[in-house]
């Protein structure tokens, strides 16, 4: 069983930035591929960035050259750099570890990023 806290959630002004992070209950990031996700009210949730085992990153549409993904192997965490911020950002942001070979997959519980005036 993995383990995923994300943290780093809060109101933002449009325009602004934020860090998200998660971290593993262990040392899985070379095993795993790491993703955040999105789900606003009444929406499906998104994908938001994936970073796979060799470090190949990719993006949702909407969120592309505003975001960036990033893994710490020594931390077990992934990070998510939130720039150039949107209203339509807001979301509850989910931590996501993928080994879809062996049918493993594991949420977080979750962050809210609100971004408002």
């Known amino acids: 069983q993995v383990q995923l806290v994300e943290s780093g959630g809060g109101l933002v002004q449009p325009g602004g930035s934020l860090t998200l992070s998660c971290v593993a209950s262990?040392?899985?990031?070379?095993?795993?591929?790491m993703g955040w996700y999105r789900q606003a009210p009444g929406k499906e949730r998104e994908l938001v960035a994936i970073?796979?085992?060799?470090?190949?990153?990719n993006y949702g549409d909407s969120v592309k050259g505003r975001f960036t993904i990033s893994r710490d192997k020594g931390k077990n965490a992934v990070s998510l750099q939130m720039n150039s911020l949107k209203p339509e950002d807001t979301a509850v942001y989910y931590c996501?570890?993928?080994?879809?070979?062996?049918?493993?997959?594991?949420w977080g519980k979750g962050t809210l990023v609100t971004v408002s005036e």
């Open positions: 996501n570890a993928d080994r879809g070979l062996m049918g493993l997959n594991f």
């Open positions: 970073i796979n085992t060799g470090g190949t990153t």
């Open positions: 262990g040392s899985i990031l070379h095993m795993y591929v």
